[in-house]
């Protein structure tokens, strides 16, 4: 009975474990650090595994303890049974024997038995003599109780069956209860033994009654035990928990950072972690990664001096398989070149006429970029810009025109600031002529699989670059535009007509104008 209890306390602790476990397995769900996640786990598992684990000494000695009382109290009634004079006891029969002689001899040495193992590790409360009633199951009289409280003393011949049914004393062998069992007396564990004439016969039974407040004394010390142990363990696994949370999360703390710096763009961090371990392994790859991404932040870099910065983003998105494919829009082109240049690269050195293009186109390009443009391309000391190529734009003319003028701007800027350097004599010979045309043209990838390049083709791009060239015939024109812009924009600017001119590849003259 008592082995059937503890598997039940057994499936309880597992049902409790269970539970406190069953949480850990969604804990990835709740919104904390995973320092947080690692300290609670660790501390829910050594919290568990030691609970477990006391729960199962505890109640292993506790086993032990009582069948070690068991074993005591069997031995002790065993030992009782033997000492008992048994004829003096069978000549106590009737009530009227209880003042006689024989009940006071077999009364003493009850008492003397008892008084002898009234120790401080087990207290016998009540030791007593039954005689089973024949034809009656598990019925007995009481014969001799050595109590000298009359209130808790049996009678004699009071009959006496046991609390629990399912104590049956033998008469013919020893038998101690699997559990304690309470009565009005209190609670108590009982073993009986039988009493043998001389010729070997059973002929009643001696009782022993333990009290159980020294077994329960003696529990409570297991359990405090218990329960002392567990606690210790415990703060010692928060502590070993804390150290050990802190130990795997830096590392971690480390690859964060690392990462955060990363995502801001700074490819020169790196991650110092010199261990072995999988967190090594995950900072040396992210280091690596670092390396490529800054390689690729410098070649985008590069590329995108090269070509606009829409086609960089393209081609860098595209991981170098940008598609051969076009198709039909409306786009405004402006086309420019300087004028009065080759007179001065005939003045200047080589090196200087690099340094004043590069500064000049760097002035132009500005002011294409800012207006929402894209350089096509350089063509000697001119350029081909384009708007509303990349992406649609219902402000295209406008744009190319704000384009130009501030083209103009920067171009005297420049004259001034160098004729004020005095590095350059001629600059006042330095203009520029600017053509703008708006239509439709064939736009994307041009080219073949191995080199291709982004561009614009059709009549519309002609056209842009007719007007440039026809700023050369018209003395104080610096800016040609097409009759097509011209609609789009005829309200917003003061317009000047410039007439008819008749270009290449146009059998119809083109009316053109220019802003002052």
Same mark, same amino acid.
């Given at each position: ?258 990462? #955060? ?48 910065? #829409?086609?960089?983003? =393209? ?11 076009? #198709? ?109 045309? =708006? ?43 097409? #009759? ?33």
């Amino acid at each position: 009975m008592q082995s059937h209890l503890n598997y039940k306390i057994y499936f309880i602790i597992f049902l409790v474990i269970v539970s406190i476990l069953s949480p850990v397995y969604h804990l990835s769900a709740f919104a904390m650090k995973y320092k947080t996640k690692l300290l609670i786990l660790i501390i829910l598992l050594a919290v568990v595994s030691n609970a477990t684990i006391a729960g199962v000494l505890y109640f292993k000695a506790k086993d032990y303890l009582f069948t070690h009382i068991q074993s005591k109290v069997l031995s002790i009634a065993v030992s009782a049974a033997l000492a008992i004079d048994v004829p003096t006891h069978e000549r106590i029969v009737n009530d009227a024997d209880e003042s006689g002689p024989d009940y006071a001899a077999i009364t003493k040495q009850l008492r003397s038995l008892r008084d002898a193992n009234r120790r401080t590790d087990l207290k016998v409360k009540f030791l007593y003599t039954m005689r089973p009633i024949p034809g009656e199951s598990n019925v007995y009289r009481y014969i001799v109780d050595c109590e000298e409280n009359i209130d808790e003393r049996a009678k004699l011949n009071e009959i006496y069956r046991p609390v629990n049914p399912r104590d049956i004393y033998p008469i013919d062998k020893p038998y101690v209860q699997s559990e304690m069992t309470k009565d009005q007396w209190g609670t108590f564990l009982t073993a009986t033994a039988p009493m043998l004439n001389a010729a070997g016969k059973p002929v009643g039974l001696i009782g022993v009654d333990i009290s159980a407040d020294e077994v329960e004394r003696q529990l409570s010390t297991i359990q405090a035990i218990s329960l002392y142990t567990l606690g210790g363990s415990i703060f010692i696994a928060v502590i070993m928990a804390i150290w050990l949370a802190n130990a795997a999360s830096k590392p971690l703390l480390q690859i964060q950072k690392g990462v #955060e710096n990363i995502a801001r763009g700074d490819f020169v961090t790196e991650i110092k972690i010199n261990t072995k371990d999988e967190f090594g392994q995950v900072a040396s790859a992210i280091n690596a990664m670092a390396i490529g991404l800054q390689q690729r932040d410098n070649l985008k870099g590069t590329l995108a001096r090269y070509v606009s910065q #829409e086609v960089t983003d =393209t081609v860098m998105a595209s991981s170098g398989k940008a598609e051969l494919k076009s #198709e039909r829009k409306k786009i405004t082109v402006l086309f420019s070149d300087v004028r009065g240049f080759t007179s001065l690269s005939e003045s200047i050195t080589p090196e200087e006429m690099v340094e004043l293009l590069n500064v000049y186109f760097e002035r132009m390009i500005d002011s294409i970029l800012k207006n929402g443009g894209y350089l096509n391309k350089f063509m000697g000391d001119g350029l081909m810009a384009v708007f509303g190529a990349h992406r649609d734009d219902p402000y295209q003319e406008e744009h190319a025109i704000h384009a130009a003028m501030d083209m103009r701007k920067a171009l005297a800027e420049l004259r001034e600031k160098w004729r004020a350097e005095g590095r350059i004599e001629r600059v006042q010979d330095l203009h520029i002529g600017i053509g703008i045309n =708006t239509g439709v043209a064939i736009v994307g990838n041009i080219g073949s699989h191995q080199k291709m390049e982004f561009g614009c083709i059709g009549d519309s791009v002609n056209l842009a670059s007719r007007l440039e060239s026809a700023t050369k015939e018209m003395p104080g024109v610096d800016l040609l535009l097409s #009759e097509y812009t011209f609609i789009a924009l005829r309200a917003r600017f003061k317009f000047k007509p410039c007439g008819d001119i008749k270009v290449k590849g146009k059998a119809d003259p083109i009316k053109v104008y220019t802003i002052e």
